[in-house]
């Protein structure tokens, strides 16, 4: 079974600074999903953005990027510019390949972004 | 598009006690999924369904039941509330399995006494 290790539970940061948030997992899968999703204080959870194995290249969403490490199954989310809005709760998520793929979700960190 | 609704927001229950938890999504995704959050331990998969008629079990599956009569519903049934089952539940949907973006609804706070 894969697992998702979030190991910070708690990070804060200052208003237009950067900040990484990091997500490591286990998984004997060649191919598989990551993700990150954001649940503010509504609780309303959201993607952020999604990573595919296979794809060397690390996404982008405006100011949120990864740094992801196959070797290392590692999968960090970083934020530039950080902004108020930004202070949520942060999952890291895997999911295998196919139809009907579940989604492991990590234990999430709080983060909070200081005016 | 209303997306994915769940009703109510908030419930008490007692001991012993049953519910449903309803959910309903308008993007005519096949797939759907009920998980519970608890402090600490993340999103933990109920139940899962790949289409109408078809339901599976996932990490925590017990004292839950669910059933995929129509691609739009899929409730969540309590048999016999325990206060172990106090918790925040989130349904989703997504046009495939969990590799595919998740659309949450915006979850409903139970309370067992």
């Known amino acids: 079974a894969q697992t998702v290790t979030q190991s910070q539970p708690e990070m804060s940061v200052q208003e237009a600074e950067t900040v990484t948030l990091s997500c490591t997992y286990d998984?004997?899968?060649?191919?598989?999903?990551l993700f990150w999703y954001k649940q503010p204080p509504s609780r309303q959870m959201i993607l952020v953005i999604r990573?595919?194995?296979?794809?060397?290249q690390n996404a982008t969403e405006n100011r949120f990027s990864v740094n992801f490490q196959k070797a290392a199954k590692s999968f960090s989310l970083k934020i530039s510019d950080s902004q108020l809005g930004d202070t949520a709760m942060y999952f890291c998520?895997?999911?295998?390949?196919?139809?009907?793929?579940?989604?492991?979700f990590g234990k999430g960190i709080t983060l909070s972004v200081r005016p | 598009n209303a997306g994915v609704t769940q009703t109510p927001k908030f419930q008490v229950l007692k001991t012993g006690q049953s519910m449903t938890l309803q959910c309903a999504q308008d993007?005519?995704?096949?797939?759907m999924s009920w998980y519970r959050q608890d402090p600490g331990m993340g999103l933990r998969l109920i139940h899962y369904?790949?289409?109408?008629?078809?339901?599976d079990q996932g990490e925590v599956p017990n004292g839950y039941n669910v059933s995929r009569s129509t691609t739009e519903d899929f409730p969540l049934r309590l048999l016999s509330a325990a206060p172990s089952q106090t918790s925040v539940y989130f349904c989703?949907?997504?046009?495939?399995?969990?590799?595919?973006?998740?659309?949450f609804g915006p979850g409903t706070r139970l309370t067992v006494t």
């Open positions: 993007m005519n995704h096949e797939y």
């Open positions: 990573q595919e194995a296979y794809k060397q």
């Open positions: 998520a895997f999911a295998d390949t196919g139809a009907n793929s579940k989604l492991t």
């Open positions: 989703a949907s997504s046009r495939g399995g969990g590799a595919y973006e998740q659309y």
């Open positions: 998984t004997s899968e060649n191919n598989y999903y």
């Open positions: 369904s790949v289409g109408a008629g078809i339901t």
